[in-house]
């Protein structure tokens, strides 16, 4: 089975490939924009201390980000998803390409870093933020800043979808506990949770699963690589936000 057949993608694809009115957040790795096979006519970078175009090919933080990209915003003739390729994509990096991971390909930020980029996606007008990020260096002033920028998410109905995490635990971060997140944890093609996937609450009260298990996606390289992880699994549930936003514009808007 397909990925997208999983999760009965394909019917709202076949509706819509999204509008460039709807914007949706990258808060991840730079992305290889030169790549032929992504839509980069609809991505855009938002300013930050880093830049949203890879100088190396070979960093995870780029092949994250192009990863996760591909999923969103590669071409509907590519082999990867190509799930909402007409949405505008907001690059705002927060991984530099000398970063080092080893938590299964899923690079981590600190608390303070990932409020300001939200901040910032929020203020550039994203209608959904895709967080396939693990936290790094907690601390209470620096979760409290993460609070904050997801409370002001949460009023200006930005809907952020956040992957649950790769460490095979049972709890929450101070990402997936807040109430206005929508935790993904990666399933396989029969669509069962997969071992590493952590699990928690949050998570059984108000998250998603979708595929996360050898997903084909774009390769900072120009080539095709084949990835797993709940940072795969994430950006299925943001490119249906995107689509069925860009259908219902309205729906997510502050009464």
Do not use: Y
């Not at 990666?186 to 298990?213: E, H, M, Y």
């Amino acid at each position: 089975m397909h990925a997208l057949d999983l999760v009965n993608l394909r019917p709202l694809m076949e509706l819509t490939s999204g509008k460039v009115e709807t914007a949706i957040g990258l808060i991840d790795g730079p992305v290889a924009l030169g790549h032929p096979e992504l839509a980069s006519d609809n991505i855009r970078e938002i300013p930050g201390k880093l830049p949203g175009i890879c100088a190396r090919a070979d960093s995870i933080a780029c092949m994250h980000g192009t990863l996760v990209a591909g999923i969103l915003s590669s071409k509907r003739s590519s082999a990867a998803p190509a799930i909402c390729p007409d949405c505008t994509l907001l690059v705002r990096p927060i991984f530099a390409e000398t970063t080092t991971t080893s938590n299964g390909l899923m690079p981590s930020a600190r608390p303070e870093d990932l409020a300001e980029a939200i901040l910032d996606c929020v203020d550039a007008g994203a209608r959904v933020i895709n967080l396939s990020v693990a936290l790094a260096q907690p601390s209470s002033k620096g979760e409290r800043k993460l609070e904050e920028s997801l409370d002001h998410a949460a009023r200006r109905g930005v809907i952020i979808v956040a992957a649950a995490g790769n460490q095979g635990t049972v709890g929450s971060s101070a990402i997936t506990r807040h109430p206005w997140v929508m935790p993904v944890v990666a399933c396989d093609l029969q669509g069962r949770p997969i071992s590493f996937s952590n699990l928690g609450s949050s998570i059984g009260r108000r998250g998603l699963s979708a595929p996360g298990d050898a997903i084909t996606s774009l390769g900072a390289d120009a080539k095709l690589r084949t990835f797993t992880g709940t940072s795969i699994a994430a950006p299925f549930v943001t490119g249906a936000v995107a689509l069925l936003l860009s259908e219902f514009p309205a729906a997510a808007t502050p009464q």
